[in-house]
């Protein structure tokens, strides 16, 4: 991950598999979500008009000063912070606290914003957000991927996340833990999932879901085959970046997967990729345009 990446913190939410609304079984979430039956991060990865608006448990308090030292800027709904990595962890499948999802580039306020929103009344009950992030800067992991342990602890001595809802890992003793879930997240961000997640996700509506790390290797693996298989330009117009922007486009290519990314982040998963046949080198302008229906054109229906 980027290594300028300084402002960040460690979220602990309620284990949903979505967050685009009520879900029945949850795992985690402590009294208010036993005795309520779901937690105000039940929108967490909503797309809402393009956006994603999230709660951090409990009641949206946040210590700006906790994450930068830098200017606390201020508008009409608060106090607020831009450019945080916001990282989610849930309880995991054997108890332990795992990476859910993440926020890249996020806004944080530091206390609850009620905007009035309609699209976050629920049960007759406003749900408050304290992060604004654009919805293709909002990841969130497959429920049965959800591996990359945050350790937790009581003890001030240990680093790990501890009984606060909020960590953020800002001692000395923490970065180990720290550089770790950044090198995971950004592992997630360089793999070429995120091509294909930032056409895919306004399309159908939803935050993508990515798969697990091996299937992100295997992703990328499956990337580079195609673009050795096929050239690094666009097999539809013929656009070649290096041509057109020099040194600056050399290398640059997008790759689209032709079999959709819903088939794909099923159970199957990158592991059947066929590069020949799966997956297609794009410019930027062909990759939105055969996305421009849901599920994508096939690449011979697009003419130039
Ligand atoms: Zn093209
Ligand atoms: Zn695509």
């Not at 039940?42 to 906790?66: E, H, V």
């Not at 656009?239 to 794909?264: M, P, R």
């Amino acid at each position: 991950m980027d290594s300028t990446i300084n402002k960040m913190f460690f979220d602990h939410i309620t284990n949903m598999e979505k967050y685009c609304g009520y879900e029945k079984d949850v795992i985690g979430g402590g009294r208010y979500v036993a005795a309520e039956g779901f937690g105000h991060e039940l929108f967490n990865f909503q797309n809402d008009d393009s956006k994603c608006y999230g709660y951090t448990a409990p009641w949206c308090k946040i210590n700006l000063k906790k994450i930068s030292k830098d200017e606390i800027s201020k508008d009409v709904l608060g106090e607020y912070l831009d450019d945080v990595l916001v990282i989610f962890t849930c309880e995991g499948k054997n108890g332990k606290r795992v990476i859910a999802g993440f926020y890249q580039n996020a806004r944080v306020y530091a206390n609850p914003v009620n905007d009035g929103r309609s699209s976050r009344i629920y049960n007759g009950e406003f749900i408050p957000y304290n992060l604004i992030c654009d919805a293709d800067n909002a990841i969130l992991i497959s429920q049965n991927d959800r591996d990359f342990e945050i350790p937790h602890t009581n003890s001030k001595k240990n680093s790990g996340h501890g009984q606060s809802n909020i960590w953020y890992a800002d001692k000395n003793i923490d970065s180990t833990i720290r550089n770790e879930a950044l090198q995971y997240v950004g592992n997630i961000l360089k793999s070429n999932i995120s091509d294909e997640y930032k056409y895919s996700l306004h399309n159908e509506n939803k935050t993508y879901i990515i798969v697990s790390t091996q299937q992100i290797k295997r992703s990328r693996e499956a990337r580079n085959e195609c673009i050795k298989l096929k050239g690094c330009y666009c097999n539809i117009c013929g656009f070649d970046f290096q041509k057109t922007y020099g040194d600056l486009g050399k290398d640059y290519i997008e790759v689209h997967h032709i079999t959709s990314i819903g088939e794909l982040t099923t159970s199957k998963g990158y592991e059947g990729t066929d590069p020949a046949k799966d997956l297609i080198p794009l410019c930027s302008n062909c990759h939105s345009m055969i996305h421009r229906k849901n599920p994508p054109y096939k690449p011979n229906e697009i003419t130039i």
